[in-house]
């Protein structure tokens, strides 16, 4: 990726940065662990965003 990027892209990644996120424990608990892995997870070097 460029070294200068647009602050739109940038906006794009932090967010996507900040959405790539585990899932609370608090929210473990109170579904009584039903919910353990979040379906929108990304790894960097796996899955790619599509920007």
Known sequence: MARN???ARKL??????KSNRR????VMIRTN???LRHP???HW???RLKL
């Open 12 to 17: 794009r990644l932090t967010r996507a940065t």
């Open 23 to 26: 899932v609370p424990a608090w």
């Open 40 to 42: 929108k997870r990304r």
């Open 33 to 35: 662990r039903n919910f």
């Open 5 to 7: 990027k647009p602050f």
């Open 45 to 47: 070097r796996r899955n």
